[in-house]
């Protein structure tokens, strides 16, 4: 296994191979407050100083290259995680994202630069003429803001990991960002550093791992723009904002997950992303935990990274050879907050526990996204959801922490059933969604030993009894329990010892 620094020897160019193969988890990740749009879519310090234009921004001088990021591990007790790899982050608390009182970040553009009608009718039925995306500076209050309760809450999740957007593509950032003047929370809105007070509150009252969001570009910056319109050639906005911003960013909060993204088709070349990580895995003071994503410029997407995106909501359905997360929203329709949104536009408890089953059996971590509101808090139904998943992983995160994917992902036969394993304990963890009626479960895949396999239900148990079918297979007899007796709801997991 290669350190990070022997990582990043051939400098300038991007190491694909996994450096930790991951296990599987479940995460969420809290977004900056936001709000309702229409429906629709220390130690370790960066460089400083200014850089000529057409350079890249140097890496410090012992820092060549940059180093492949390393694969989050999953482990309940390290998934939003003892990073230092990526392989199973586990779950995670909220991501908020949207941090105006009603378009949200992602409504600005739709609004401003798309002209959608749905977005620009909104804002002239809901805002005075004139009404510019700034005036919601002082309308992002986060009067209600309680650190403490959101760790809480997801403590309370089972989650091991959060990743909280540190900025959007607006460019709003929710500390005092040097490189943000005025057009931050600090300065603007709350007049508080959002950030430090929940990594305050994570880091002194959860076992989770902290994690940061932070977008490469701006919407409309004005030097963003004008480097865009010179085809990337010139690099005055990672020089003079994104990067100093982003090793400002590391060093105060030291985050042990770094969520990149927004790299407007810019190649990573022009946003130094080889340098700046090249010190984020050999000088930086997360150099020995920290995690990183694969959004770090154009073309780097599923290729380059601790741990591949792909997209949002990136669901494969089968088996991937690098760690990978799926990144989802629990609102079907919003990253955000929605005033409008109504109780069919969220995903049940019973559709997370199957997103989060499917993704773990796959090899992948589960983030699962919740809007906060432009006051600070966190709405009734994103906290029923997040504590519904604690109470399901309290039985069956056996079955989800520290493991890794076996030789098959789903049943071939049984419809709704999913696998995981623990090779060295020799368990194999079979997740199925449907109590069946008879009470009879098969699964094809699983060959068992009679004499020597040993099938428990978490939560259970007591042995169960089963008869081993040819070719292959099993036919498991549940146990006979009233909707009051069964160890949990919206799934179950059956352990088997010694099946091959």
């Known amino acids: 296994m290669k350190s990070p620094s022997q990582d990043t020897r051939d400098e300038g160019k991007w190491h694909s191979g996994p450096r930790r193969t991951g296990r599987e988890f479940l995460v969420c990740r809290p977004g900056a407050p936001g709000s309702p749009s229409p429906r629709g879519r220390g130690r370790g310090q960066g460089p400083g100083g200014s850089v000529p234009t057409r350079t ?3 890496a410090p001088a012992d820092c060549p290259g940059e180093p492949q990021g390393r694969a989050a591990r999953p482990t309940l007790g390290t998934t939003c995680k003892a990073p230092r790899s990526a392989e199973n982050l586990g779950p995670a608390g909220p991501h908020p994202r949207q941090r105006t009182p009603d378009l949200g970040s992602a409504g600005r553009w739709y609004w401003q630069k798309e002209k959608i009608p749905t977005y620009v009718q909104f804002m002239k039925n809901n805002y005075p003429p004139n009404f510019k995306y700034e005036d919601f500076g002082p309308l992002f209050t986060a009067k209600f803001f309680n650190a403490s309760h959101w760790a809480d809450i997801f403590q309370a999740s089972g989650a091991k990991y959060i990743v909280l957007t540190s900025k959007h593509h607006e460019g709003f950032t929710l500390w005092g960002s040097k490189y943000s003047w005025n057009w931050n929370a600090v300065d603007e809105g709350p007049k508080r550093d959002l950030v430090k007070e929940l990594e305050v509150a994570i880091r002194n009252r959860t076992d989770l791992r902290f ?17 865009k319109s010179r085809s990337f050639q010139q690099q005055q906005f990672p020089v003079s904002k994104m990067l100093p911003e982003l090793y400002e960013l590391v060093n105060k909060y030291q985050p042990e997950i770094l969520w990149s993204d927004g790299d407007a088709d810019a190649p990573d070349y022009y946003w130094n992303s080889t340098g700046f990580l090249a010190w984020l895995y050999n000088k930086s003071p997360v150099r020995d935990t920290v995690v990183t994503n694969d959004r770090w410029g154009y073309g780097t997407i599923c290729k380059h990274g601790g741990y591949y995106t792909c997209s949002d909501r990136y669901d494969p359905g089968h088996l991937l050879p690098h760690k990978w997360e799926n990144c989802m929203t629990i609102d079907k329709f919003s990253w955000g907050y929605r005033r409008d949104a109504g109780i069919d536009d969220y995903l049940t408890i019973k559709e997370l526990v199957k997103q989060l089953v499917e993704t773990v059996s796959c090899g992948g971590n589960l983030l699962m996204n919740i809007g906060p509101t432009h006051d600070g ?26 493991t890794h994917p076996w030789r098959s992902q789903s049943d071939d036969i049984t419809p709704n059933v999913w696998y995981t394993s623990k090779r060295k304990q020799k368990l194999v963890y079979a997740i199925f969604l449907e109590w069946p009626t008879s009470r009879s479960l098969f699964l094809s895949q699983p060959i068992a030993t009679l004499g020597v396999t040993q099938i428990k239900l978490l939560g259970h148990g007591q ?18 329990l009233t909707f009051h007796q069964m160890p949990s709801k919206w799934g179950w997991a059956l352990a088997l010892t010694n099946v091959i």
């Not at 994690?211 to 480097?227: A, K, Q």
């Not at 109470?391 to 079955?399: F, P």
């Not at 079918?469 to 549940?478: A, H, R, S, T, Y």
């Open 56 to 58: 890249a921004a140097p």
């Open 211 to 227: 994690g940061l969001y932070y977008s490469l570009f701006e919407w409309f910056h004005p030097l963003f723009l004008e480097d």
């Open 377 to 402: 808090t966190i709405s009734v139904i994103f906290e029923e959801r997040l504590r519904q998943m604690g109470t399901w992983l309290k039985v069956n995160g056996e079955a989800i922490y520290e």
């Open 463 to 480: 042995p169960l009894n089963w008869t081993s079918l040819k070719p292959n297979g099993l036919l498991i007899q549940l146990p006979h």
